[in-house]
């Protein structure tokens, strides 16, 4: 048995308090770290679909397009593989004075009626008789703009032409493709960063509202083709720098390529594709990207990861 030892008992408490003190300020310094980011990060949230619509194996009649609501301001359009086996991804986005629709899907389809029927949906449920529509590209490629000639005939839309020069001009970029512009849909900013390697006039989208950073083609489950990489080298490289101390709530890319299998994807004009991955990355796939064009040093080479393949053009 220990003798009792006043001297002792003090030093002991001394301890107790160092160590609470020290708790409590590992604690505080946890909860700092979190503290500017509470409820999901501070950005309006949405859902995104477990899975999307599966195309095939037997194509019918099934509609062209999948609509999902992420929220009452962001809907989502999947392309049916039936209609294109790229099954592009397009997005349209509510401001308070403007919409945008992000690409117009690959094909002949009946995009512009749908787009219309849900842009009439949303002005009912907000009591309004119209709102002027921008249509742009994440980038020019082919199944990105099939619905522009339709789309261009709707009322009070502009459609930016998928050129690097009227992207340039439309959004007012003055140091293309070191500098971000602008484009206020109305108390909705979107950031617009150049990201040119994947084809020239690649754009990404940063939406403040959500967190969502949209990609295109530069970054998404499935085959990163690239078709210059010192370009593409920068622009991942802006990306991470334009992120950096960001909420990045979801990258969404524009095809899903991979299945839910690590490091496999469905070959080449694959319709029915019953096990894909799912649509949305995160910022730490934008670092993996980075990193492995970092490693690569100018040279593109086909190189898998988990989730996405580098593949040279
Ligand atoms: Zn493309
Ligand atoms: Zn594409």
């Not at 500017?36 to 679909?49: A, M, T």
């Not at 979107?190 to 990201?195: A, Q």
């Not at 990045?248 to 991979?258: D, K, Y």
């Not at 469905?266 to 993996?288: C, F, K, N, S, W």
Request: aromatic letters at 10%.
């Amino acid at each position: 048995m220990e003798r009792y030892n006043p001297a002792h008992m003090k030093l002991n408490r001394s301890f107790s308090v160092i160590a609470i003190l020290a708790v409590a300020l590992s604690a505080w310094r946890h909860i700092e770290a979190q503290a500017p980011q509470p409820n999901g990060g501070g950005v309006r949230s949405g859902v995104l679909p477990r899975s999307w619509e599966i195309s095939g194996p037997q194509c019918g009649s099934e509609p062209r397009f999948q609509i999902h609501e992420y929220n009452p301001d962001f809907y989502i359009l999947r392309e049916s593989g039936c209609s294109n086996y790229e099954k592009p991804f397009l997005y349209l986005l509510f401001g308070k004075e403007k919409a945008l629709l992000l690409d117009t899907g690959a094909g002949r389809t009946d995009v512009a009626r749908v787009v219309k029927s849900q842009i009439d949906q949303w002005l009912k449920r907000n009591n309004r008789d119209s709102i002027p529509l921008i249509v742009a590209h994440t980038h020019s490629h082919g199944d990105h703009i099939s619905g522009d000639k339709d789309l261009k005939l709707l009322p009070q839309t502009v459609v930016v032409e998928p050129k690097v020069s009227a992207v340039q001009a439309f959004f007012g970029f003055r140091n293309w493709p070191s500098e971000a512009a602008t484009c206020d849909l109305g108390e909705r900013i979107l950031d617009v960063i150049p990201i040119p390697g994947h084809e020239a006039a690649s754009i990404a989208i940063y939406d403040r509202q959500t967190g969502i950073l949209f990609t295109g083609d530069t970054l998404y489950p499935g085959r990163l083709y690239v078709q210059d990489a010192g370009a593409f080298a920068l622009s991942i490289q802006r990306l991470v720098d334009f992120t950096h101390g960001k909420i990045v709530a979801h990258v969404l890319g524009n095809h899903i390529e991979q299945t839910r299998t690590a490091y496999l994807d469905y070959p080449i004009r694959t319709v029915y594709q019953p096990d894909e991955h799912q649509l949305e990355l995160g910022r730490a796939h934008l670092l993996e990207l980075n990193e492995a064009l970092h490693d690569l040093n100018g040279r593109i080479e086909r190189t898998a990861f988990r989730d996405f393949t580098i593949w040279p053009e």
